[in-house]
């Protein structure tokens, strides 16, 4: 592309931005005994190194790892050390993913791509997430997003592959495999189950297989470590939520305790059943119809529909989601650039708990200034950019008054930002009431909770009314 | 929604390029910071609680007050601001004193104050016309000198990160130069004027402004062949120009004149006893002429040329700031520096005086008067190399040439910053943000300028091309060689000379026309 440069220039502020974050304070910082995951991180590293024997850290520094003697370890070293690892596998796997994607985007200019690319790398939540809270969710992410690439331009074996180290480096990949198999199930359909479609899902099988007795390898020695790493990985016994988190039974859980009246097991049905009912419609449409398009808003709808009904759900789970809604930024800016402030507002009792209040309000700052130039997204607020006038053309046949959409959707954008504001000022200024101790991140759980079912029910209008005929009428008009 | 347009100014590129690099410098605030932040902070401590007949005498700390008197009152302002936030900074005999709120405190008055140098940069957007190139917006030359001042690396390093606030004093220099451009005389020569009592450095572009002001507005015009027209002088101007800056000075000065505390002002404005370089040599003449004494002296010892005992046993290299002696070259006083200082302006003098080019020219005898002070003035800090850099921005998106010598200029000038950061966590910092800037300069100006010969011959590429393993050599490899406890100051020497040849080419180039231009002149003059 002719303009490298400035592609190297986006690359460039998304290091500086995620390096200058990282020099705050991380999650657990000098608070014993538990810290947090900073010392998760290095607790894994300190079992990984030591049970068997490597040579590679010896090089570094041994007092970081020693076997026990380590616990608790907080050095200005060992910060720059884990910091530096997170800014390189950043660098090898996440950020090559997202200037490809980029690069690769039809029908938009190379402006755009560039601008896509600086929005996507500006994104607040993960760089909170990974640069200051401390976590390496950009492996993850990163080969999601290659499996994402790999399909979408039909290297679909590559693009398994990739998956399939995400699924295995994280299992919370797990929220994006439904989308994965529907659309390569959908393929294969479409190739012809008799003919060359059969050999697309022998051949997918086996490399889904491979990667996964490759990984899982040195644990399958015993029956009874395998059924050990799964009950750590898939922890049910801990219930239907931890903490404060803004999904479905967390809010209403303020109104019902549900927590404490229902057994446990009928908690598990019931998560399961609303998490499937509620993803089932775009899965089965994707199997059916399966379009680049349409695999990645069906992404962002299941990963969604997990977030909120899923069992034991983590607020940082939301970036899941934002991934999928960052590849879908150029389609529909305005709806996207709201669904990404709402995902870093709902991780807001997180960040503050980590004195990360200042780098969130700057990176979130940044990241809209950034949408709001390179899309000019308050100027695609009408319906068809939207991509919702297929389904309010169906309205209109019931109710010929229907008109007013995008302008309610504008209101409520309005309302939502106030609100995020709003709480976000009261949060840190004013302390809360000695009764509900907690009232601020339940607000904030709750507040974001009812954004997020707003956008579910969007982003399912979108992938079931997007049929071909509305693309023929896009023509025609 | 249309409200939500205009208010966030949708297409307008540069408050977007403002409010941006206005972030970046928020996130700059938990960086290392130097000792230049308890400087600071001494001298809010020192306007606060003391009266003005103690600010000059004022010793508890060793970081003494020694800017001109509106940056004290600059303080004062801002001590009572700074009463908000933490009583405690303002405690004189509070040394060292550092808690988070005065942190945030010094932070935010550096960024607050960077208002001044972005309505400065506006308005010299205004000024200049460079070429039209395309019609994208990143092609403009508004948009690539925007972008060349607000994000330049150097004024983020040493403002936000090393801590001063030399923001908002450049914003006055570039304010007074865009309004000399804009033909508005008295007011470029009064803000010029206040910038002299903010901080005295700018003594070094003295000469260009008073010349230009001299020669093109007290001389109302010029004979068709652009010579002076004598006649043509203005009583009426020159009074008033001198009368604001008597004016200005008088209000600087005139408090201390009534205390007869002058002498003690001036001997805290220019302290001499400081050696010819700094610990770490500013990348200047000086530099090359150490250089060139060490290798002799040690060729001279090879050789047995030299006896050992009769060189001096400190070295200029160690880190303190004494006056030292060289070994085989004559050594240098204040004074010998002071004439080669003067020798090196006078050609662009003459010629601003006898071919007056308007404010460009201006702008170029400017640009080598602060360069040639770089080069040859006494205790030279390195941090200078931004006096000759920003108004050299100006001139670089107008002819390729001046854009090609911008380029080495301000590369090998930010690189030698480099050794201002020499803590771990800002490693990556620094690298990051020198590769933007220097990426987006020269892919831009080349952009600009592609349809006229390349910008670097063979030899220049090759030499910025070194500047990579240089720093790799001495921030990577050789902190883990044996020679780090030895011979400590290789890094910083290296870096120093290999600098000070690029800044000295940069120099050549930007005078050789300059010389032509005026022997041109005298020749046809004859």
Same mark, same amino acid.
């Given at each position: 592309?002719?303009?490298?440069?400035?592609?190297?220039?986006?690359? !460039?502020?998304?290091?500086?931005?995620?390096?200058?974050?990282?020099?705050?304070?991380?999650?657990?910082?000098?608070?014993?005994?538990?810290?947090? &995951?900073?010392?998760?991180?290095?607790?894994?590293?300190?079992?990984?190194?030591?049970?068997?024997?490597?040579?590679?850290?010896?090089?570094?520094?041994?007092?970081?790892?020693?076997?026990?003697?380590?616990?608790?370890?907080?050095?200005?070293?060992?910060?720059?050390?884990?910091?530096?690892?997170?800014?390189?596998?950043?660098?090898?796997?996440?950020?090559?993913?997202?200037?490809?994607?980029?690069?690769?985007?039809?029908?938009?200019?190379?402006?755009?791509?560039?601008?896509?690319?600086?929005?996507?790398?500006?994104?607040?939540?993960?760089?909170?997430?990974?640069?200051?809270?401390?976590?390496?969710?950009?492996?993850?992410?990163?080969?999601?997003?290659?499996?994402?690439?790999?399909?979408?331009?039909?290297? &679909?074996?590559?693009?398994?592959?990739?998956?399939?180290? %995400?699924?295995?480096?994280?299992?919370?990949?797990?929220?994006?495999?439904?989308?994965?198999?529907?659309?390569?199930?959908?393929? $294969?359909?479409?190739?012809?189950?008799?003919?060359?479609?059969?050999?697309?899902?022998?051949?997918?099988?086996?490399?889904?297989?491979?990667?996964?007795?490759?990984?899982?390898?040195?644990?399958?020695?015993?029956?009874?470590?395998?059924?050990?790493?799964?009950?750590?990985?898939?922890?049910?016994?801990?219930?239907?939520?931890? &903490?404060?988190? %803004?999904?479905?039974?967390?809010?209403?859980?303020?109104?019902?305790?549900?927590?404490?009246?229902?057994?446990?097991?009928?908690?598990?049905?019931?998560?399961?059943?609303?998490?499937?009912?509620?993803?089932?419609?775009?899965?089965?449409?994707?199997?059916?119809?399966?379009?680049?398009?349409?695999?990645?808003?069906?992404?962002?709808?299941?990963?969604?529909?997990?977030?909120?009904?899923?069992?034991?759900?983590?607020?940082?789970?939301?970036?899941?989601?934002?991934?999928?809604? $960052?590849?879908?930024?150029?389609?529909?800016?305005?709806?996207?650039?709201?669904?990404?402030?709402?995902?870093?507002?709902?991780?807001?009792?997180?960040?503050?708990?980590?004195?990360?209040?200042?780098?969130?309000?700057?990176?979130?700052?940044?990241?809209?200034?950034?949408?709001?130039?390179?899309?000019?997204?308050?100027?695609?607020?009408?319906?068809?950019?939207?991509?919702?006038?297929?389904?309010?053309?169906?309205?209109?046949?019931?109710?010929?008054?229907?008109?007013?959409?995008?302008?309610?959707?504008?209101?409520?954008?309005?309302?939502?930002?106030?609100?995020?504001?709003?709480?976000? !000022?009261?949060?840190?200024?004013?302390?809360?009431?000695?009764?509900?101790?907690?009232?601020?991140?339940?607000?904030?759980?709750?507040?974001?909770?009812?954004?997020?079912?707003?956008?579910?029910?969007?982003?399912?209008?979108?992938?079931?009314?997007?049929?071909?005929?509305?693309?023929?009428?896009?023509?025609?008009? | 929604?249309?409200?939500?347009?205009?208010?966030?100014?949708?297409?307008?590129?540069?408050?977007?390029?403002?409010?941006?690099?206005?972030?970046?410098?928020?996130?700059?605030?938990?960086?290392?910071?130097?000792?230049?932040?308890?400087?600071?902070?001494?001298?809010?401590?020192?306007? /606060?609680?003391?009266?003005?007949?103690?600010?000059?005498?004022?010793?508890?700390?060793?970081?003494?007050?020694?800017?001109?008197?509106?940056?004290?009152?600059?303080?004062?302002?801002?001590?009572?601001?700074?009463?908000?936030?933490?009583?405690?900074?303002? =405690?004189?005999?509070?040394?060292?004193?550092?808690?988070?709120?005065?942190?945030?405190?010094?932070?935010?008055?550096?960024?607050?104050?960077?208002?001044?140098?972005?309505?400065?940069?506006?308005?010299?957007?205004?000024?200049?016309?460079?070429?039209?190139?395309?019609?994208?917006?990143?092609?403009?030359?508004?948009?690539?000198?925007? @972008?060349?001042?607000?994000?330049?690396?150097?004024?983020?390093?040493?403002?936000?990160?090393?801590?001063?606030?030399?923001?908002?004093?450049?914003?006055?220099?570039?304010?007074?130069?865009?309004?000399?451009?804009?033909?508005?005389?008295?007011?470029?020569?009064?803000?010029?004027?206040?910038?002299? /009592?903010?901080?005295?450095?700018?003594?070094?572009?003295?000469?260009?402004?008073?010349?230009?002001?001299?020669?093109?507005?007290?001389?109302?015009?010029?004979?068709?062949?652009?010579?002076?027209?004598?006649?043509?002088?203005?009583?009426?101007? @020159?009074?008033?120009?001198?009368? *604001?800056?008597?004016?200005?000075?008088?209000?600087?000065?005139?408090?201390?004149?009534?205390?007869?505390?002058?002498?003690?002002?001036?001997?805290?404005?220019?302290?001499?006893?400081?050696?010819?370089?700094?610990?770490?040599?500013?990348? =200047?003449?000086?530099?090359?002429?150490?250089?060139?004494?060490?290798?002799?002296?040690?060729?001279?010892?090879?050789?047995?040329?030299?006896?050992?005992? =009769?060189?001096?046993?400190?070295?200029?290299?160690?880190?303190?700031?004494?006056?030292?002696? /060289?070994?085989?070259?004559?050594?240098?006083?204040?004074?010998?520096?002071?004439?080669?200082?003067?020798?090196?302006?006078?050609?662009?003098?003459?010629?601003?005086?006898?071919?007056?080019?308007?404010?460009?020219?201006?702008?170029?005898?400017?640009?080598?008067?602060?360069?040639?002070?770089?080069? #040859?003035?006494?205790?030279?800090?390195?941090?200078?190399?931004?006096?000759?850099?920003?108004?050299?921005?100006?001139?670089?998106?107008?002819?390729?040439?001046?854009?090609?010598? #911008?380029?080495?200029?301000?590369?090998?000038?930010?690189?030698?910053?480099?050794?201002?950061?020499?803590?771990?966590?800002?490693?990556?910092?620094?690298?990051?943000?020198?590769?933007?800037?220097?990426?987006?300069?020269?892919?831009?100006?080349?952009?600009?300028?592609?349809?006229?010969?390349?910008?670097?011959?063979?030899?220049?590429?090759?030499?910025?091309?070194?500047?990579?393993?240089?720093?790799?050599?001495?921030?990577?490899?050789?902190? #883990?060689?044996?020679?780090?406890?030895?011979?400590?100051?290789?890094?910083?020497?290296?870096?120093? @000379?290999?600098?000070?040849?690029?800044?000295?080419?940069?120099?050549?180039?930007?005078? *050789?026309?300059?010389?032509?231009?005026?022997?041109?002149?005298?020749?046809?003059?004859?």
């Amino acid at each position: 592309m002719e303009k490298w440069y400035l592609m190297t220039v986006v690359v !460039l502020i998304g290091l500086t931005v995620r390096w200058t974050v990282s020099l705050n304070s991380y999650s657990g910082a000098g608070k014993p005994p538990m810290f947090g &995951d900073y010392e998760a991180q290095r607790h894994w590293q300190e079992i990984t190194f030591n049970l068997p024997v490597k040579q590679w850290a010896k090089f570094i520094n041994p007092d970081w790892i020693a076997l026990h003697t380590s616990r608790g370890y907080e050095s200005q070293a060992h910060k720059l050390f884990m910091r530096t690892t997170v800014l390189i596998a950043d660098l090898l796997i996440y950020i090559p993913a997202v200037v490809l994607y980029c690069c690769c985007l039809k029908e938009i200019s190379t402006k755009k791509k560039i601008a896509n690319a600086l929005c996507i790398l500006l994104y607040p939540g993960l760089i909170l997430i990974d640069y200051g809270h401390f976590q390496y969710n950009s492996v993850s992410l990163g080969f999601a997003l290659w499996g994402v690439l790999g399909i979408s331009c039909d290297c &679909d074996l590559l693009g398994s592959l990739a998956f399939c180290l %995400a699924i295995n480096y994280k299992q919370m990949e797990l929220y994006h495999a439904l989308p994965f198999f529907c659309f390569l199930l959908g393929k $294969c359909f479409k190739k012809g189950l008799k003919g060359k479609g059969f050999v697309l899902l022998v051949k997918l099988a086996c490399i889904v297989v491979a990667s996964f007795v490759l990984c899982w390898l040195p644990f399958f020695t015993e029956r009874e470590q395998t059924l050990q790493v799964l009950r750590r990985l898939f922890p049910v016994d801990r219930g239907l939520f931890e &903490d404060k988190v %803004a999904n479905i039974w967390c809010s209403f859980n303020v109104f019902l305790k549900i927590k404490d009246i229902l057994p446990r097991h009928i908690q598990l049905i019931m998560s399961f059943c609303s998490t499937f009912l509620s993803l089932l419609p775009a899965c089965i449409k994707l199997i059916l119809q399966p379009s680049s398009k349409g695999f990645k808003f069906t992404l962002v709808s299941c990963a969604l529909s997990f977030f909120l009904f899923s069992f034991q759900v983590h607020e940082k789970s939301i970036l899941l989601v934002s991934l999928p809604v $960052c590849l879908v930024l150029s389609e529909i800016p305005f709806m996207s650039t709201w669904f990404l402030l709402v995902s870093t507002f709902s991780m807001l009792p997180l960040l503050l708990k980590d004195e990360l209040l200042m780098p969130s309000v700057v990176t979130t700052m940044a990241f809209f200034i950034a949408c709001v130039t390179s899309f000019s997204i308050f100027e695609k607020t009408s319906e068809e950019e939207l991509q919702l006038k297929s389904f309010s053309i169906s309205v209109r046949k019931y109710l010929p008054c229907f008109t007013f959409l995008s302008r309610i959707i504008q209101y409520l954008f309005l309302i939502s930002v106030i609100t995020m504001v709003l709480l976000t !000022l009261m949060t840190v200024t004013l302390d809360p009431p000695q009764k509900l101790p907690d009232l601020f991140s339940v607000l904030v759980c709750f507040v974001s909770c009812l954004n997020f079912l707003f956008f579910l029910v969007y982003f399912n209008i979108i992938i079931m009314w997007d049929s071909k005929s509305g693309r023929n009428q896009k023509k025609i008009s | 929604m249309a409200a939500l347009t205009i208010a966030t100014g949708t297409g307008n590129w540069f408050s977007a390029l403002a409010l941006g690099v206005t972030l970046l410098k928020c996130l700059l605030i938990p960086t290392y910071h130097s000792t230049d932040f308890e400087v600071h902070r001494n001298w809010l401590a020192i306007t /606060h609680s003391l009266p003005i007949s103690q600010w000059y005498y004022e010793a508890t700390s060793e970081w003494t007050l020694d800017y001109p008197p509106f940056f004290a009152w600059f303080e004062y302002i801002l001590s009572h601001v700074a009463k908000y936030f933490d009583q405690e900074m303002l =405690n004189v005999h509070n040394l060292n004193y550092s808690s988070s709120r005065t942190l945030l405190f010094q932070r935010f008055s550096v960024i607050f104050m960077d208002v001044l140098f972005v309505y400065a940069v506006r308005e010299c957007c205004k000024c200049i016309d460079g070429k039209k190139v395309g019609k994208e917006l990143t092609e403009k030359p508004k948009f690539i000198l925007s @972008v060349l001042l607000l994000w330049n690396f150097g004024l983020l390093i040493a403002d936000h990160i090393h801590f001063q606030y030399n923001g908002f004093l450049f914003g006055l220099m570039l304010l007074s130069i865009a309004r000399l451009f804009q033909k508005r005389h008295m007011e470029g020569a009064f803000l010029f004027a206040v910038l002299l /009592h903010f901080k005295h450095i700018y003594l070094y572009v003295t000469p260009a402004y008073g010349v230009y002001l001299l020669r093109s507005y007290c001389f109302t015009a010029n004979k068709p062949d652009g010579s002076i027209r004598w006649k043509s002088f203005s009583f009426v101007r @020159v009074i008033s120009l001198g009368l *604001v800056v008597f004016l200005v000075s008088a209000l600087s000065l005139g408090p201390f004149l009534a205390l007869n505390q002058l002498p003690q002002v001036f001997s805290r404005l220019f302290p001499f006893k400081r050696g010819l370089c700094h610990a770490y040599w500013a990348p =200047n003449f000086w530099a090359l002429y150490n250089a060139l004494d060490k290798v002799l002296s040690v060729i001279g010892l090879k050789l047995k040329f030299l006896d050992p005992n =009769n060189i001096p046993k400190a070295s200029m290299t160690s880190g303190l700031v004494q006056q030292f002696q /060289h070994t085989v070259l004559p050594s240098v006083t204040p004074l010998a520096t002071l004439i080669c200082t003067l020798i090196a302006i006078l050609p662009s003098i003459f010629c601003l005086w006898f071919k007056p080019q308007g404010p460009r020219g201006f702008l170029r005898c400017l640009t080598l008067c602060a360069l040639s002070s770089f080069m #040859f003035g006494w205790h030279v800090h390195e941090k200078a190399i931004l006096l000759a850099i920003l108004p050299m921005s100006l001139l670089s998106v107008g002819k390729a040439g001046d854009a090609s010598i #911008f380029l080495i200029l301000t590369t090998t000038g930010h690189y030698s910053l480099f050794p201002l950061l020499f803590t771990a966590p800002e490693l990556p910092i620094k690298i990051l943000l020198m590769l933007l800037f220097t990426i987006y300069s020269i892919s831009s100006l080349k952009t600009l300028f592609r349809k006229e010969k390349p910008l670097f011959n063979w030899m220049e590429t090759f030499y910025l091309l070194g500047l990579g393993p240089l720093e790799v050599c001495c921030e990577f490899v050789f902190p #883990f060689t044996s020679w780090k406890v030895k011979y400590p100051f290789i890094p910083l020497l290296l870096t120093s @000379v290999y600098c000070a040849v690029g800044i000295t080419y940069a120099w050549f180039k930007l005078y *050789v026309p300059v010389l032509i231009d005026s022997a041109i002149g005298k020749t046809k003059k004859q």
